[in-house]
């Protein structure tokens, strides 16, 4: 197959799958409602083009989770070999950010913020559709790898190299909301990810000596806190410090927390601010996953308070809590099996609440189905290993200490405002940090 056939069979393919999502009574339906949770059932054809493409590919439906390519296998017994190959490219495609390096005559060569790795890519359209990008800006990009290659499926934002903090926000961002993207394709990075977790794991067990402590959210940044300094400085921190900083909630309950709901925008702000800033009082878990890594869990001891009570019906929103923690991808199946181990009567009490007759295996399975086909690490540990952490960490704490100078806050100084110095001039022309 030439080149240019299979760029038509790629484009033929992907044309094929866009139809199928709006011509399906099924994936419509679905589709439909997706379009509605992001308020865009009236969408043009140029932004109803440019959601469908995520949709195809992050989307799984039915019983047995099958993504859209799945389904669209199954509801097409006449694809052709060429169109059958191209599917099982296709359904390796991931999204990330990248930084453009070089602008080429088919393509770019793209660098992964997320998972640190050179890419170069081949553009399935020609490359006056991409006049405006330029190396140095940053594009929000799927790829996908066929025949030793990678191709461009799309590219949903670019941003300019002055808005590097939106860039490492919404990276950071990614990295949290999928931590496998950060080593799957790297295995440089999986290496280090897994030694940071073998380490961090003897360091947990000799700081708080178990590998889970309870605490309420008032109290968890402090713990995090304490842990994050021994890793990084091997200063051990006083035990009655950390019993200062364990305290338990007057009353187990489950109820929604509105500070979790945060955009991409504002998330760094919220997550610096940390769990003490939240306006309600809840339970939190900080849990060391010696496989995994490090997870902190609101509502854990909650959770664990269902199946250790006389009744389950006594802890407030128990419903609910069980199927936060079933339904969350941030909670992996290593944590219910670790509740199924704990608690004798955890599945039957789970199957009874939730009206049911899984197995463990099958309750895993439909709702931890990632997890169980392959090992996702903790966002948090992941982090830990993450460049454009690190650089994000240092640009806030640079712009901390440039609020203030000699004791003098100048955080909420106009441009155009009497210097807080004293000296008559304007803060532009005088103590502004110049970047």
């Given at each position: 197959m030439s080149v240019i056939e299979k760029l038509a069979v790629i484009s033929d393919t992907i044309t094929k799958l866009m139809n199928f999502v709006i011509s399906n009574e099924l994936v419509k339906s679905d589709f439909d409602e997706?379009?509605?949770?992001?308020?865009?059932?009236?969408?043009d054809n140029t932004r109803l083009q440019a959601l469908i493409i995520p949709y195809i590919f992050e989307r799984r439906l039915t019983d047995k989770r099958k993504t859209i390519i799945e389904l669209y296998e199954d509801n097409n017994s006449d694809i052709s070999k060429e169109e059958k190959e191209i599917l099982s490219y296709l359904s390796k495609s991931f999204s990330s950010v990248f930084e453009v390096k070089r602008v080429l005559s088919n393509g770019f060569e793209l660098y992964n913020l997320v998972n640190e790795k050179n890419y170069k890519v081949l553009s399935l359209v020609k490359m006056n559709n991409f006049r405006g990008i330029t190396p140095g800006q940053y594009a929000l990009c799927r790829i996908f790898p066929m025949h030793e290659e990678y191709y461009l499926l799309e590219v949903s934002n670019v941003l300019s190299s002055i808005n590097k903090d939106e860039v490492y926000k919404y990276t950071i961002a990614k990295i949290i909301e999928k931590p496998e993207d950060a080593y799957?394709?790297?295995?440089?990075?999986?290496?280090?990810?897994?030694?940071?977790?073998?380490?961090?794991?003897s360091k947990f067990l000799e700081c708080f000596g178990c590998d889970e402590v309870i605490t309420t959210n008032l109290y968890a940044d402090n713990l995090i806190n304490l842990f994050n300094v021994y890793c990084d400085e091997g200063?051990?921190?006083?035990?009655?410090v950390i019993e200062e900083n364990i305290h338990q909630v007057e009353t187990n309950r489950y109820f929604t927390v509105s500070d979790f709901k945060n955009s991409y925008s504002?998330?760094?702000?919220?997550?610096?601010?940390?769990?003490?800033?939240?306006?309600?009082?809840?339970?939190?878990?900080?849990i060391y996953d010696e496989e995994l890594g490090l997870f902190v869990l609101p509502f854990y001891q909650t959770f664990c308070k269902i199946y250790e009570v006389d009744d389950y019906k006594t802890i407030?929103?128990?419903?609910?809590?069980?199927?936060?923690?079933?339904?969350?991808?941030?909670?992996?199946?290593?944590?219910?099996?670790?509740?199924?181990?704990?608690?004798?009567?955890?599945?039957?009490?789970?199957?009874?609440?939730?009206?049911?007759?899984y197995s463990l295996d099958e309750l895993l399975n439909y709702y931890k189905a990632d997890s169980v086909e392959k090992k996702i690490y903790s966002s948090a540990s992941v982090l830990y290993a993450s460049k454009v952490f690190?650089?994000?960490?240092?640009?806030?704490?640079?712009?901390?200490?440039s609020k203030k100078k000699d004791g003098i806050d100048y955080s909420n100084v106009g441009r155009n405002d009497k210097c807080p110095c004293g000296s008559g001039k304007k803060y532009k022309n005088c103590c502004m940090p110049r970047e």
């Amino acid at each position: 197959m030439s080149v240019i056939e299979k760029l038509a069979v790629i484009s033929d393919t992907i044309t094929k799958l866009m139809n199928f999502v709006i011509s399906n009574e099924l994936v419509k339906s679905d589709f439909d409602e997706y379009l509605a949770t992001l308020s865009a059932k009236n969408a043009d054809n140029t932004r109803l083009q440019a959601l469908i493409i995520p949709y195809i590919f992050e989307r799984r439906l039915t019983d047995k989770r099958k993504t859209i390519i799945e389904l669209y296998e199954d509801n097409n017994s006449d694809i052709s070999k060429e169109e059958k190959e191209i599917l099982s490219y296709l359904s390796k495609s991931f999204s990330s950010v990248f930084e453009v390096k070089r602008v080429l005559s088919n393509g770019f060569e793209l660098y992964n913020l997320v998972n640190e790795k050179n890419y170069k890519v081949l553009s399935l359209v020609k490359m006056n559709n991409f006049r405006g990008i330029t190396p140095g800006q940053y594009a929000l990009c799927r790829i996908f790898p066929m025949h030793e290659e990678y191709y461009l499926l799309e590219v949903s934002n670019v941003l300019s190299s002055i808005n590097k903090d939106e860039v490492y926000k919404y990276t950071i961002a990614k990295i949290i909301e999928k931590p496998e993207d950060a080593y799957e394709e790297n295995p440089k990075k999986l290496e280090q990810i897994q030694k940071i977790i073998r380490d961090f794991g003897s360091k947990f067990l000799e700081c708080f000596g178990c590998d889970e402590v309870i605490t309420t959210n008032l109290y968890a940044d402090n713990l995090i806190n304490l842990f994050n300094v021994y890793c990084d400085e091997g200063i051990m921190p006083d035990k009655n410090v950390i019993e200062e900083n364990i305290h338990q909630v007057e009353t187990n309950r489950y109820f929604t927390v509105s500070d979790f709901k945060n955009s991409y925008s504002d998330f760094m702000e919220k997550s610096l601010e940390g769990f003490s800033s939240h306006s309600s009082i809840y339970d939190i878990g900080i849990i060391y996953d010696e496989e995994l890594g490090l997870f902190v869990l609101p509502f854990y001891q909650t959770f664990c308070k269902i199946y250790e009570v006389d009744d389950y019906k006594t802890i407030q929103g128990y419903k609910d809590c069980i199927k936060n923690f079933l339904e969350n991808d941030k909670v992996p199946a290593n944590i219910i099996k670790k509740m199924a181990k704990k608690y004798p009567s955890f599945m039957e009490l789970t199957n009874k609440i939730l009206e049911t007759n899984y197995s463990l295996d099958e309750l895993l399975n439909y709702y931890k189905a990632d997890s169980v086909e392959k090992k996702i690490y903790s966002s948090a540990s992941v982090l830990y290993a993450s460049k454009v952490f690190e650089q994000m960490m240092n640009l806030v704490s640079t712009k901390e200490e440039s609020k203030k100078k000699d004791g003098i806050d100048y955080s909420n100084v106009g441009r155009n405002d009497k210097c807080p110095c004293g000296s008559g001039k304007k803060y532009k022309n005088c103590c502004m940090p110049r970047e």
